[in-house]
């Protein structure tokens, strides 16, 4: 039996893996986003699949094998769950867990075993005319015949995984909503929230089958404390503090590790975190952000980023989307607050201001004119912000954006906030796999990246402003959680620990979000966003920007 494709002269293709085949006949997108873009989640079904697996081999090898093979002429590797022989056969077996289809195999699980069997046939070099899947959900083995008729269907599903592979374009979504309720990679995919975008938007509602998580039950690790080391011991991340006693995390739980000033962490800690999907991060002590790391990939998408962004019409449609979005809800925050506060007169100068802006912003025909809307609209919120906070906590007193340094507390506290957001930002941009340095509307005139400050501007108001004027009137803030050196204010220690306990809380908070029509944190949020932005240019645009406080 001969192999599946003939191969041009000089071409060396890395070898398939089976359970990508699996993967394509359940779901082209899911083999594209596994294989091409290399987005794997090992979620609590695929860890019971090997647990199961494990079960099933004897202690004593016995009869059965658990083989990892690998065929040239195929182009295919894999490891098969066992080999049993049978009346002088030898027949590669495959366990799952869930049920049969009826009385027969389903169509990938079916790919799945025949592909092994085809490289038993290569590597014994003897015909192989059976395999068999065992399912214990209903208690069934499902003998497949290992024919011609099987092998040719191999062979056109290997073709077709090759063509997919030299694209940069995903497939579809699977037109069949049923498999995407059970697939690993659907809080990737965004499936259904791809599909709100055929229902008109006055019609927008929960969609029915909730896929993208509410909360990342992973925590981020601050580490604040000058002289502190993160290393780790097994599977868990341990932060020993200069004086006093060590703290231990499981490596599960941990999705982000952020050092603060002089903190270290170990290269051991470094590989961990980069194998474990964990970013680590660098903020200097006063706050600002130094850099950090992830795990490579993304090549597709970034090809896909380059493409769109360097189309000018594009961009400028989606800063201004970008900029009404950010301008609104500072403006619906600041009407809110004043009319809670009984300020609404005082502050209807900014607020008129902003509206004016708004209605600029539809008329900019270029980046730079939406620019200075944008900035005019900030100035008016601004200058409206001091009227929300309490005039009894005068160390907090709030008289202007100051940046580079902050010169006042209120400005210190606002810095470091957005710090911790662009961290956040960051991180989620690498999760998704776009590339930060190319953006829609900032200009790239400093170190920070461009489309971190672009997707910033969607949170700065929900997650940092509204907590740190709440904190404010609630009292919260003393005047030693800071250090004035001249006419530069940083955040002490204290001040420090109290942001971050502020800022991450937030973040845990749930709120309805507008276009997709469920509830979700703040944390989730942010990579939501980053996940439509990419949609933009994938394929599948309008979702990204429309998120709104109400006023």
């Not at 090809?303 to 201004?320: K, N, W, Y």
């Not at 930002?425 to 990246?449: D, I, N, Q, T, W």
Request: with cysteine; proline share 5%; aromatic share 8%.
């Amino acid at each position: 039996m001969s192999g599946p494709l003939s191969t041009t002269a000089g071409e060396d293709l890395s070898p398939l893996r089976i359970m990508s085949l699996h993967a394509l006949a359940y779901c082209e997108r899911l083999f594209f986003l596994e294989e091409v873009e290399e987005i794997r989640v090992a979620d609590q079904r695929v860890y019971a699949g090997r647990t199961l697996h494990a079960a099933e081999l004897p202690a004593d090898g016995g009869e059965l094998l658990n083989a990892t093979l690998e065929s040239a002429t195929w182009g295919l590797k894999g490891k098969v769950d066992y080999l049993r022989y049978r009346d002088g056969l030898l027949i590669p077996f495959e366990h799952k867990r869930g049920r049969s289809r009826g009385d027969g195999a389903w169509d990938s699980d079916r790919l799945q075993v025949v592909a092994y069997a085809a490289l038993l046939i290569d590597h014994l070099g003897r015909p192989i005319s059976e395999a068999r899947i065992r399912y214990h959900a209903n208690n069934k083995t499902v003998r497949v015949a290992i024919d011609e008729a099987a092998l040719a269907d191999l062979r056109r599903a290997i073709s077709r995984a090759r063509t997919l592979t030299e694209s940069v374009q995903r497939p579809p979504v699977a037109s069949n909503e049923n498999l995407c309720a059970h697939c690993s990679l659907a809080p990737v995919c965004l499936p259904e929230e791809e599909r709100l975008l055929t229902a008109p938007d006055e019609e927008v509602t929960p969609t029915a089958i909730r896929l993208f998580p509410e909360h990342d039950e992973r925590q981020v690790v601050h580490v604040t404390e000058p002289g502190s080391r993160v290393g780790k011991q097994g599977e868990e991340i341990v932060v020993t503090p200069r004086d006093g006693d060590p703290v231990k995390f499981p490596g599960r739980r941990v999705g982000a590790i952020v050092l603060h000033g002089a903190a270290q962490i170990t290269s051991q800690t470094v590989h961990y975190a980069l194998a474990h999907d964990i970013g680590v991060h660098w903020l200097s002590g006063g706050g600002q952000y130094a850099g950090g790391i992830a795990a490579p990939g993304g090549v597709q998408r970034r090809h896909r980023q380059f493409a769109g962004l360097s189309d000018p019409t594009f961009c400028l449609e989606l800063a201004r989307r970008l900029a009404r979005a950010k301008v609104a809800n500072q403006l619906h925050f600041l009407l809110r607050s004043a009319r809670n506060r009984g300020v609404r007169t005082e502050v209807e100068a900014a607020l008129s201001g902003m509206r004016a802006e708004l209605r600029g912003m539809e008329q900019a025909d270029d980046p730079d004119t939406l620019r200075g809307h944008e900035g005019m609209a900030g100035r008016h919120y601004f200058s409206g912000l001091p009227l929300l906070l309490d005039p009894g906590q005068a160390h907090m007193k709030f008289v202007g954006r100051s940046r580079r340094p902050p010169t006042d507390r209120f400005n210190a506290a606002l810095s470091f906030g957005y710090a911790l957001l662009y961290r956040d930002v960051v991180a989620a941009l690498l999760v998704v796999g776009l590339e930060p340095a190319f953006g829609f509307f900032h200009r790239p005139r400093s170190a920070a990246y461009p489309l971190a400050l672009d997707l910033m501007e969607l949170f700065r108001t929900t997650m940092w402003d509204m907590p740190l004027v709440a904190a404010i009137n609630r009292q919260q803030w003393r005047e030693d959680d800071f250090i004035a050196t001249g006419r530069q204010v940083w955040l002490a220690e204290t001040g420090r620990k109290l942001a971050i306990s502020l800022y991450e809380t937030r973040k845990q908070e749930v709120w309805r979000h507008p276009a997709v029509g469920y509830s979700l944190s703040y944390q989730r949020a942010i990579e939501l966003e980053a996940r439509l932005l990419e949609k933009e240019w994938s394929g599948s645009p309008g979702l990204f920007a429309r998120m709104r406080l109400r006023g």
